[in-house]
């Protein structure tokens, strides 16, 4: 949404400050350059970044409506036949995240991938909510394992046969989340919700 | 959207047995040479095949639309970007965060949200895109292991390469999420998420 840029910006100077201070709480006679972060700092930030603004937005949604999809408004003229419910979204991300960030530290995703789609089973908006968080908490746990070594080192697909990237596993995960974060927030303003991210800020 | 996903990761699957090809006439160790810069730019790659197809998907007398003009009942869309407006700021903040990469003047004010006000026509804003993307390419390629965990100003403050590079591919992704919206209500299916014609 519009606000996003700002606080990407934001965040960035957030932690050009927190460096900045950091740098001042040591003995400097002179002004010391800024120490450029890790790599996997400069992950996490945008780990940090869609989790904060997806969970947000997941529970801003009612738990009744978990299950809306935008054709059942019956927009004329609209095409929204076999789309995802708000609930298949949230759970696709999730899923996705798993896929993409298990290669990264090794672990096996916890639930049935399903597809891409997660447990049929995950209904109620705790239990999404919970298993999109939990997606964040191994994404936190792979950016931390990025190193400016490792980024290239090359890791079995999660889609099939295959090698890709670290690197493209830890990021991809972020644009990829963003995609249907995007389409989310439109489900959320059809229901006269406007995302937590877009609101006017204090 | 349901076949986006597809068509994202055939392009995954195809970047990975390129790769898989390439060290499996090598060493193993050699597989692990793909460069920071070829690995960033596949994701921009995604992006933008996908944003300008939807751009170009939209009728130019729908490049005004806002989901407002539809007074869906109950919903929220109060100030909310028109389509057109979605592309320009998209492309504007490509240009802020390529050029402060590539170390260079931005083309246009990044200051304006969403590009300049003469940018109007259809052709013109799909040509501002996609040169934003183009200079995406350049700064992308433009990566190192060395230079990606520098320090660059944009804005007020400073960040590093890779965090630019890869948060406007981000940041595209999240307008491509909303313009899917807009298309859709237009009864329009975005091009990537078509089903695929088998070859």
Known sequence: MKHLKQICLLLVL??????????AAKPAASPAPQP???????????????????????????????????????????????VRTFAQEVKHVATVNFMLWSPLTGEKPPVDINKGNGPDSMTSKADIVKYLKDSYALGHRAAKSMTAENV????????????????FCATFAVSHAFDHYGQSVEYLRMNGIVPPASRPQN | ?????????????????????????????????????????????????????????????????????????????????????????????????????????????????????????????????????AMGHRACLSLTNENMGQNVPVGEGKTTRLFLATFAT??????????????????????????????
């Not at chain 2, 940041?171 to 919206?181: I, L, N, R, T």
């Open chain 2, 170 to 199: 981000a940041h595209a992704f999240d307008h491509y999420g909303q313009v899917v919206e807009y298309l859709r209500m237009n009864g329009i299916i975005p091009p990537a998420s078509r089903p695929q014609q088998k070859k």
């Open chain 1, 36 to 82: 450029a972060p890790t790599i996997a700092l400069v992950i996490d930030r945008e780990v940090s970044i869609i989790e904060k603004q997806l969970v947000d937005a997941a529970e801003a949604m009612p738990e009744d409506k978990f299950n809306f999809t935008p054709e059942s408004m019956k927009i004329p003229g609209s095409d929204y036949k076999t």
């Open chain 2, 1 to 133: 959207m349901t076949l986006a996903r597809t068509f994202c990761f055939l392009l995954i699957m195809t970047f990975a047995a390129s790769a898989f090809s390439q060290g499996a006439a090598k060493p193993p160790a050699d597989s692990a040479n793909v460069p920071v810069a070829t690995i960033v730019d596949n994701e921009l790659k995604i992006a933008e095949r996908e944003f300008v197809s939807a751009a170009e998907a939209m009728p130019e007398d729908k490049f005004n639309f806002a989901p407002a003009s539809l007074n869906i009942p109950g919903s929220e869309y109060k100030g909310v970007k028109t389509f057109a407006e979605e592309i320009k700021h998209v492309a504007t903040t490509n240009y802020e965060f390529y050029s402060a990469i590539l170390g260079e003047k931005p083309p246009v004010d990044t200051k304006e949200d969403n590009g300049p006000a003469t940018i109007k026509s259809k052709a013109d804003i799909i040509k501002f895109l996609k040169d934003s993307f």
């Open chain 1, 152 to 167: 290239v080192a090359m890791v079995p697909s999660p889609f099939g046969a295959g090698q890709i990237s670290r690197l």
């Open chain 1, 14 to 23: 957030t932690f050009a400050v927190t460096s900045f201070a950091q740098d």
